[in-house]
T-cell receptor, first 116, second 111 residues
Framework: NAGVMQNPRHLVRRRGQEARLRCSPMKGHSHVYWYRQLPEEGLKFMVYLQKENIIDESGMPKERFSAEFPKEGPSILRIQQVVRGDSAAYFC??????????????FGPGTRLTVT | TQLLEQSPQFLSIQEGENLTVYCNSSSVFSSLQWYRQEPGEGPVLLVTVVTGGEVKKLKRLTFQFGDARKDSSLHITAAQPGDTGLYLCAGTDLYGQNFVFGPGTRLSVLP
């Protein structure tokens, strides 16, 4: 049973370009979460999605960032017009049920975004 | 907003020593989870504790959930270099609406 998959593992973008990060949840999981981690820091929640729905985007910056989880295909975290401050590791997690008791989150290996 | 604090922030010990790291909050959580994250990788779930006072053991790791479900501890016996990593606790609030991570404890076990 494959775990959470993320690609690419490493992504380099110049300032002003767009970054697209992909996440395929574990088989049978229909809930996806995105987190950002700066070097030497903990995980910061960004967004929580269910298939075709954004449930909680309270951690998502208001501008340039968007996320989707279509009926078919992976979840996408999109960052438009990247800036150096966007450089970080972005982790995706999935769970089998609604966020809460008994619905543990399983993490992917992350995408390391570097903005030059 | 429920917050989780972890202590110590950094810990460096010799192989074979015992250690305890803590996860504390002023709020009550319905469950707490512990993760370990190694450099360059995603966090890996170690355990979930749900009941106040619950103790779970995973080989040399012992996890405890406080009676009031506001805090948790992780005790490692006879630490090994392979235990090196960032230990994160994460909690779900009573209503299941919020899931928050603590800032983590960075453990380094020297051979």
């Amino acid at each position: 049973n494959a775990g959470v998959m993320q690609n690419p593992r490493h992504l380099v973008r110049r300032r002003g370009q767009e970054a697209r990060l992909r996440c395929s949840p574990m088989k049978g999981h229909s809930h996806v979460y995105w987190y950002r981690q700066l070097p030497e820091e903990g995980l910061k929640f960004m967004v929580y999605l269910q298939k075709e729905n954004i449930i909680d985007e309270s951690g998502m910056p208001k501008e340039r960032f968007s996320a989707e989880f279509p009926k078919e295909g992976p979840s996408i975290l999109r960052i438009q017009q990247v800036v150096r401050g966007d450089s970080a590791a972005y982790f995706c997690a999935s769970s089998p049920g609604v966020r809460g008791i008994g619905s543990e989150q399983y993490f992917g290996p992350g995408t390391r975004l570097t903005v030059t | 907003t429920q917050l989780l604090e972890q202590s110590p922030q950094f810990l460096s010990i010799q192989e074979g020593e015992n250690l305890t790291v803590y996860c504390n909050s002023s709020s009550v959580f319905s469950s707490l989870q512990w993760y370990r994250q190694e450099p360059g990788e995603g966090p890996v779930l170690l355990v979930t504790v749900v009941t106040g006072g619950e103790v779970k053991k995973l080989k040399r790791l012992t996890f405890q959930f406080g009676d009031a479900r506001k805090d948790s501890s992780l005790h490692i016996t006879a630490a090994q270099p392979g235990d090196t990593g960032l230990y994160l606790c994460a909690g779900t609030d009573l209503y299941g609406q919020n899931f928050v991570f603590g800032p983590g404890t960075r453990l380094s076990v020297l051979p």
